[in-house]
């Protein structure tokens, strides 16, 4: 509701602004997570997907999983978390938008209260192409009734003239 708007800006800003990191939560979210992961890998096409991701897009950051991997979350630290805040979490990354009943204005007035001690902007990182890899053929055992196919195929990208095309026959 429009009425609730100031507060929940406010805690918004409190959190992403001055978050706190212990490690016991860490900890207890690090489990959480390690569940996720295995409960995803025994999705087979989920699983299958992940998979061919890492096939198309080797060590590029598009060919790791969303969730990261078991080991990557058992050495997460609640240092790791505070240094990625420091290096992500400033004006150049931080986009904050609102739908339905709010006044543009009064809502634009109190995100720029609220949010007073975001870090200013920094440089972003350059994001770069994934390097094509050769076509890869593999089979996946699980112990599954089910049987999935799945054939992909590198496009353009974005940007490409293609795109739309490429899009209707996905």
């Known amino acids: 509701l429009s009425d609730h708007v100031t507060p929940v800006i406010r805690t918004l ?5 001055h978050p706190v990191f212990k490690e016991s939560d860490i900890a207890k979210e690090r489990s959480i997570i390690i569940e996720e992961i295995k409960s995803y890998e025994d999705e087979s096409e989920e699983y299958l997907f992940d998979e061919a ?11 790791h999983s969303i ?33 339905g009943n709010v006044d543009p204005d009064r809502f634009i007035r109190l995100v720029e209260g609220s949010f007073t001690d975001v870090k200013p902007k920094q ?18 055992r699980h112990t599954t009734q089910q049987a999935h196919i799945l054939w992909y195929q590198r496009t353009d990208g974005l940007q490409s003239e293609e795109r739309m095309p490429l899009q209707k026959l996905n």
């Open 13 to 17: 800003a409190d959190i992403v602004v």
């Open 53 to 63: 991701e890492r096939h198309l897009f080797g060590s590029h950051p598009l060919g």
């Open 67 to 99: 969730l990261g991997s078991v080991d990557t979350i058992q050495r997460l630290t609640a240092q790791d978390a505070i240094d990625f805040h420091g290096s992500h979490y400033h004006a150049g990354n931080l986009v904050v938008a609102a739908s």
């Open 123 to 140: 440089r972003r990182q350059r994001r770069t192409r994934p390097r094509p890899l050769p076509t890869v053929h593999d089979t996946l």
